[in-house]
């Protein structure tokens, strides 16, 4: 959803730790409060030659959160009124591309706190998915308010940064440009390239992924 302080405001539902709700407010709010909420994470991955490639979104550098930080795939909060698997929005209106939710692999919920600009504190329900895609970089389209570029590494790699392991890789993908063309990049990047997400989390995620290689 767009981080737009003049657009519709956005209603989110407040849960409790067994995700029932107990109230309502808009995003400001539920961020300058610390209520927890539900968000929807969708990571694509790509199999090649034995390996896992795994997709990351470029945050827009005007974005309140992390801007200019490689980041899941697809996320966004899931709205008042919404049940989780509506969350599949998320990759059509971010990357323009249509899934059935059926098509999803569940890796259940992952519960998160992250500090925000402004003092403010996240405190997510992640309802954490993986999507298999078969269609090259090339073919996707991003929102431009949202989304700048779109990347991919290879899962071991990435792996062994956000564990200390190693101090670079290489991501090859596009950005967009002003003009809405799309220039071709390879990134070599360290961990503060990434949004901070808990280790604990890159691990499920990344654990999860490595059963498909």
Known sequence: MPEDPEGPVEMLDIVDADLNIVGTADREQVHQEGFWHQTFHCWLFRREEGAIRLLFQLRHPHRIANPDRLDVTAAGHIVHGEEPRDGVRELEEELGLRVDPDELISLGVWAEEMDLN?????????????????????????????????????????????????????????????????????RRVTSQDFVPHSPGYYRMVFDALRRYE
């Open 118 to 186: 402004q003092g403010w504190i996240d405190r997510e329900y992640r309802h954490v998915h993986l999507y298999e895609c078969r269609q090259p970089l090339s073919t996707f389209h991003l929102q431009p308010e949202e989304v700048s570029g779109l990347f991919e590494a290879d899962l071991e790699e990435v792996r062994h940064l956000l564990t200390g392991e190693q101090k670079t890789v290489d991501l090859s993908g596009w950005v967009l440009r002003e003009d809405g063309s799309r220039q071709e990049e390879t």
